[in-house]
């Protein structure tokens, strides 16, 4: 790591002249002091060289998480004691419960703006005339009344449906690819399952999802964890199982 060494220079003035016959009175200087320097590591075999590859990538998994700051040291130790067969500090569950928990913690305050910007529009968006919201926090809106059957959370559906996030951006669309989707209703996300078994077939609705019934805390694709989703859907046929 290249070091940066700072120089200071001081030069103190002790007195102002009083009278003609009084001196300045000048503080020596300072020595100038550098750090030593750090040699570079370097890679002299193989392992040393697959070693440092581990390395990288572990670091980089760890920032696609989020993950930031860790402790190097412990990291090592934990390594090393896997590695030379000595009881680890953690065992196998409690090792996965705090890398799950500290992932999930950084991933709260990383999309806490979104989370906080959909909790604001879902209050507003439910005083709007015609929204109507379940216990779950599901929010809808009634755009055209079938009157086919419902479906069962066991059903398939064929769906045409548009969805977007709260600043317009539509990250898929069966209207644009031409063709419906057919899907198991309780293989989706919680929203969709349980939207859908309150529309008859020949039913289109807007659907106001919180990020809780949707991809939670998670990035999902272009979905940014967190978020609110918004989606048009038109339920065109069930298949009973």
Known sequence: MKKIVLFFFAGVLTGFSIS??????????????????????????????????????????????????INPAMVAKAIDDVMQQRKTLLDDYQCNTAVMTYINKVQEQKVK????????????????????????GLEYEVLKQGTGPKPAAED??????????????????????????TFQLNQVIKGWTEALQLMPVGSKYKLFIPYQLAYGTQDNGPIPGGSVLIFEVELLDVKKK
């Open 20 to 69: 003609a016959q009084q001196k300045t009175a000048v503080k020596p200087p300072v020595k100038k002091t550098t750090k030593p320097a750090v040699s570079k590591p370097v890679l002299k075999n193989m392992i040393d060289s697959a070693s440092y590859g581990i390395g990288v990538s572990e670091a980089k998994f760890l920032q696609q998480q989020g993950i930031t700051q």
């Open 113 to 136: 703006p979104s989370i906080e910007a959909g909790e604001k529009f879902l209050q507003e968006n439910k005083k709007r005339s015609g929204v109507i919201t379940t216990a779950s």
């Open 156 to 181: 398939s559906v064929v769906c045409h449906y548009k969805g977007s996030l709260l600043d317009g951006t539509v990250f898929d669309d069966s209207y644009s690819r031409g063709e419906p989707v």
